[in-house]
Each structure stands twice: as structure tokens, then as C-alpha cells.
């Protein structure tokens, strides 16, 4: 584990909140050079810590009004295997996230949809023919208070 100083988590504070600043207007923002900033950021990349940046879409504003939340229980553990039903479901575009999780379901999904007519298309003709799917539960995203960012 790489030991994190106060300016390393300064860097991945305000990089978590615009992960498109360069290391000039980073740097200008906790107080060091150009050069000292990049070379922090890269060598939080190289440990891994800074995996990636990401945009943030609004979905609504691209045409994606609705969010289901889907608990999916596999029908037939051991006849079908976990990565079968795992490179199944990715490959399905609206599924945003595929969690594998303990407890009442095996994963569980995030799913976007245009409406709740596209919802159930998605439902009935790409989730439910996924290899090895069962019981579905479905939840409709009403609000979402809080995006992930800084921990």
C-alpha cells in the first residue's frame, strides 16, 4: 500500500471533483510547480491509486430517462458459470454496472433505459435470455442524492 500525504490527497480531491484539470491549473490550486504536481500524479498512477478518469454524463439529458437497480438471482448454479452469465451481461449496452454481490441475489445491476416501454425491452429480450438468469428484482431509481466522488 502506498503511504498518501496531505498533498497527494489534495491531488485526488480536486482531481475527483474535475478529473480534466492539468497539472499546471492543478498545481496552481494545492500550491506546487507544474513539474513537482505531474510527477505526484504519476506516481499515483503508477501505484494505482489514480486508475482512470472518467466524464460524468447526464443520462437524462442524453436521452436516458429512466434507472433500474436489478437484483438477479442465477436459476442454475453449476450448469452455468459465473463468467458465462458475466461476459453475457456486459456485452449489453444499457447495463452500466455489473456488481457481484453476497446475499439474497448473485449480482446486481444498473440499468438505464429511454423509458419504462425501453425498460421492459431490455427486461424481456437481453436480461432474461442471459445465460443461467432466474429470479429478477426489479428497482426504479426516483432520486440520486449523491454521486460517487471524494472518499
Known sequence: MTALDDIDRAILRHLATDATLSAGALGREIGLSQ??????VKRLQEAGILARRRLDLDLEQLGFGVTVFLGIKLATKGRVSLED?????VAIPEVQTVEHVLGLYDYRLRVVAR??????????????TLPGAGEVEANVLLSEERRPGPL
Not at 85 to 89: G, Q, T
Open 35 to 40: 513539474p513537482a504536481t505531474w510527477r505526484r
Open 85 to 89: 452469465f458475466e461476459r453475457a451481461v
Open 115 to 128: 423509458d419504462i416501454a425501453d425498460f421492459e425491452r431490455i427486461l424481456r429480450r437481453r436480461i432474461m
